[in-house]
């Protein structure tokens, strides 16, 4: 079975996310992945444990792009039909479909990534796609649950959308360029904050555990995690002495320390040194922690004074090589506005 896979176009882990997670998948258009999967139940499910996922749809076998073959699979009395590779010639289509059926009506998309999931669940439409080249019909047959995503990022009992923290999405995607499979195997954050990143890796069904050096964070991330019935081992702790508490890790996945907001560009090139240190000790630190072959995802911020971009990520290219293999770095995410671009790299323990 062959599917196609819609993914948020602000979400730029997205292609190192699907890289690690679908064996196979390629970039359709961009945003649009295409892969095979022996069960329909089975895309739905990668599907769903992916950050960057929107909407899935299936190639219908033997069906026709004509109107008159898609009009016989419209079960709802709302339509729409998407053609991926002639996007303008969609409204022709969607009217010849309604002639065919002397009923119902059919809404068209503002572009090629078709109707987004709110108004897929609000309305009850039957959703179909067309690729006029290959002459290849698709349906929408899953769309991700988008308030429950909201529900993580704004009505947590500790959230704050303008804080900085991670999206619940980036940190889910974050999560999935570690290549294993969560079952049994361990997952820490050492700067948890309000638990962004563990609650995602316990909702995949990652073991967790978590450390932060302010006790008040701490308490935070217990309280989001209890709100949706997960455990973890937490710690007060300094996230450069982690292996005072945790041991035989399989994966550390966090966003450290970014050094104060709103800083002056006069500022910034004083405290880029100071946040090397830190990153570099705790790399070190967690060589202890790390089972043999053991991931790391980290972001390191990048700084632009106006003059010049300071990369903390540089502490990875000295001495750190004799110890870690590098696997993916320059994967970039910032919010709209942000003083701090994020750099994303992942690393393995040798």
């Known amino acids: ?7 948020g176009a602000s979400n730029t882990l997205a292609e ?37 996922s929107i909407k899935l749809a299936q190639e219908l ?9 898609i009009a016989d699979l419209v079960k709802s009395k709302n339509f729409s039909v998407t053609i ?11 009217q010849e479909i309604k002639e065919v059926l002397q009923k119902g009506r059919f809404i068209l998309s503002k572009d090629q990534f078709g109707l987004s999931p709110v108004l897929l669940k609000k309305h009850k439409i039957d959703e179909f796609f067309i690729d006029q080249k290959n002459e290849e019909v698709w349906q929408t047959v899953w769309i991700h649950d988008f308030e429950h995503w909201i529900q993580k990022d704004r009505h947590m009992p500790f959230a704050n959308a303008k804080a900085g923290i991670l999206p619940p999405k980036i940190a ?23 638990g962004r990143i563990l609650v995602e890796a316990a ?19 217990k309280v989001n995690l209890d709100s949706l019935s997960y455990s973890a081992r ?20 966090t966003e450290p320390f970014l050094g104060k907001p709103n800083l002056r560009p006069d500022q910034i090139r004083y405290l880029v040194p100071g946040l090397q240190k830190l990153y570099l000790g705790c790399l070190k630190n967690w060589l ?14 990048s700084f632009d004074d106006g003059k010049h971009i300071y990369k903390t990520s540089g502490i990875i290219d000295g001495k750190l090589e004799l110890s870690y293999n590098l696997l993916k770095r320059d994967i970039l995410y910032s919010r709209p506005n942000a003083d701090v671009r994020r750099e994303i790299v992942v690393l393995q323990k040798k």
């Not at 076998?61 to 073959?69: H, I, K, M, Y």
């Not at 069904?205 to 964070?217: K, M, S, Y």
């Not at 202890?288 to 911020?301: A, M, Q, T």
């Open 1 to 7: 079975m062959r599917f196609i896979l819609f993914v």
């Open 16 to 52: 190192f996310e699907i890289e690690a997670q679908i064996k196979g998948a390629t970039l359709l258009q961009p945003n649009i992945y295409l892969f095979e999967s022996s069960e329909a139940d089975t895309a739905q499910k990668t599907a769903s444990k992916l950050g960057c």
């Open 61 to 69: 076998r033997g069906v026709l792009p004509s109107s008159q073959s």
């Open 84 to 94: 991926l590779d002639g996007f303008k010639d969609s409204p022709q289509i969607n």
């Open 172 to 194: 889910r995607s974050m999560i999935n360029m570690v290549p294993m499979e969560p079952n049994g195997k361990l997952l820490v954050d050492p700067f948890c904050g309000s």
């Open 203 to 221: 909702e995949l069904g990652f073991t967790v555990g978590g450390g932060d050096i302010l006790a008040q964070q701490v308490k935070e991330t």
């Open 234 to 253: 937490l710690e007060v702790l300094d996230a450069t002495h982690l292996s005072d508490k945790f041991r035989q890790v399989d994966a550390i996945v």
């Open 288 to 301: 202890e922690v790390l089972k043999p072959s053991g991931y790391v995802v980290i972001v390191f911020p």
